[in-house]
């Protein structure tokens, strides 16, 4: 079955950088977009970025433009985020999303929390 599974999480101090990274299986992975989910406490989830099959076309949301950068290696079924310049909005859970006509899916999460 279609699985996500998402690791690198951690706590970070303010201005300071992380990579998360997702791996999935169960499905042809080099043909379907994969994007990043975040949600934080008492908010809404919100699109974070996404990237296509290729790995060539990106979009990123406009709190995250020009300090997240998303990445994909089909050949080891991985995507990955590199959060730079984080900020204490940046805290959140983040989530592994991709849609597979007709479903989504979704991975279990990792927590970033910014703090000083």
């Known amino acids: 079955q279609v699985q996500l599974v998402e690791s690198g999480g951690g706590l970070v101090q303010p201005g300071g950088s992380l990579r998360i990274s997702c791996v999935g299986s169960?499905?042809?992975?080099?043909?379907?977009?994969v994007n990043w989910y975040r949600q934080a406490p008492g908010k809404q989830r919100e699109l974070v970025a996404r990237?296509?099959?290729?790995?060539?076309?990106?979009d990123y949301s406009d709190a995250v433009k020009g300090r997240f950068t998303i990445s994909r290696d089909n050949t080891k079924n991985t995507v990955s985020l590199i959060l730079n310049n984080l900020k204490t909005e940046d805290t959140a859970v983040y989530y592994c999303?991709?849609?597979?006509?007709?479903?989504?899916?979704w991975g279990q999460g990792t927590q970033v929390t910014i703090s000083s």
């Open positions: 999303h991709t849609f597979i006509y007709p479903r989504h899916y």
């Open positions: 169960g499905f042809s992975f080099d043909v379907w977009d």
């Open positions: 990237i296509d099959p290729a790995g060539r076309v990106t």
